[in-house]
């Protein structure tokens, strides 16, 4: 192991720089491999960022705060805490924040394998996914340089729930849309997010929810497992036609993957059978499946239009 540096922050203003540890549920495991190397630990759990606050607009959730904590609160939306239920194990939960699940890495074989070549875990190595196993690589947003999907579940709750993140860094604070927040490999996959250098996570805030909502995660395993595919649906109908949908889609990209053409294809329709299966089956529009995931096209549909049917 290489050698570093520990320091327990007190205020934010001591977190700013070095690498951020809470829960440290994926940071110990990447640091065992080799695809993180902090010199210098920063511990910010001592830090005022594990509450969870209440508004006529929404709810705040500090970046420390423990997934067990957040699924429990009565505040939190359903939605969220269907996703979090779904992830991990007890145990986990339990010690992992919602900040770290944010920034969780993928879970590509290549990336966890400190002997393959990866280019989001030692760049300009090659991405051995695309010619290799790709089981579980993205259908959306992947580039020559990287075809990893991201991991988290709540991730793609919150992106349905329009929720926005608060970030700190020495420039002072700023919040930034989920939707603005992860980026696309392109040809630098080594970077997951738009954090700059330093910047952390103080806490995330989600709009209330205004309609129906549904949580499907499908998996090889009913538990302690990552989704295959996973859908979050947020839905609002008034007078019996819907006005306003979220779908996102999980494990198919880089980030939670919005699908804007099933959102397009419900408004103004009924929730009903009818609409549902006509807007899944545009769900895989501009999917680029590899050999071994083309399977996810189908199972992308059949999700999207399970899971709309069980919100409504």
């Known amino acids: 192991m ?5 320091a327990r922050a007190a205020t934010l203003a001591e977190a700013i720089g070095g690498t951020f540890i809470a829960g440290g549920t994926d940071l110990l495991q990447l640091w065992k491999i080799g695809a993180a190397t ?5 511990d910010i759990t001592s830090l005022p960022l594990a509450g969870i606050t209440t508004s006529a607009n929404g709810v705040l959730i500090g ?4 997934l067990a904590d957040v699924a429990r609160h009565p505040a939190v939306p359903k939605l969220v805490t269907d996703a979090i239920m779904a992830s991990a194990s007890g145990q986990i939960r339990n010690m992992a924040t919602v900040g770290g699940n944010l920034l969780q890495r993928t879970r590509c074989p ?4 400190a002997d393959l070549p990866c280019n989001k875990r030692a760049p300009n190595s090659g991405c051995g996914a695309i010619a290799g196993q790709n089981r579980a690589a993205a259908l959306f947003g992947a580039s020559l340089a990287c075809v990893a999907s991201h991991p988290s579940d709540l991730a793609v709750a919150l992106a349905a729930l329009d929720a926005e993140i608060d970030i700190h860094g020495a420039t002072g604070p700023r919040r930034l849309a989920i939707a ?5 490999p392109g040809d630098a996959p080594e970077r997951d997010t738009m954090l700059a250098p330093g910047e952390l996570i103080t806490g995330i805030f989600i709009p209330t929810p205004t309609g129906r909502t549904i949580y499907l995660k499908i998996r090889d395993r009913a538990s302690f497992e990552f989704a295959v595919l996973s859908v979050a649906v947020s839905l609002t109908v008034e007078a019996g036609i819907i006005i306003r949908a979220r779908i996102v889609a999980g494990s198919v990209a880089p980030m939670p993957w919005r699908l804007h053409a099933v959102e397009a294809a419900l408004i103004g329709r009924a929730p009903d059978a009818a609409s549902f299966t006509a807007a899944a089956a545009v769900a895989a529009e501009g999917a680029q499946p590899l050999p071994h995931n083309n399977f996810k096209i189908t199972l992308l549909r059949r999700a999207v239009a399970r899971a709309l049917g069980e919100a409504a």
């Open 63 to 66: 970046a420390v705060a423990r």
């Open 110 to 113: 290549y990336f966890r394998s």
């Open 38 to 42: 902090p010199a210098a630990l920063v």
């Open 180 to 184: 603005d927040f992860y980026r696309l």
């Open 2 to 6: 290489n050698g570093f540096t520990y």
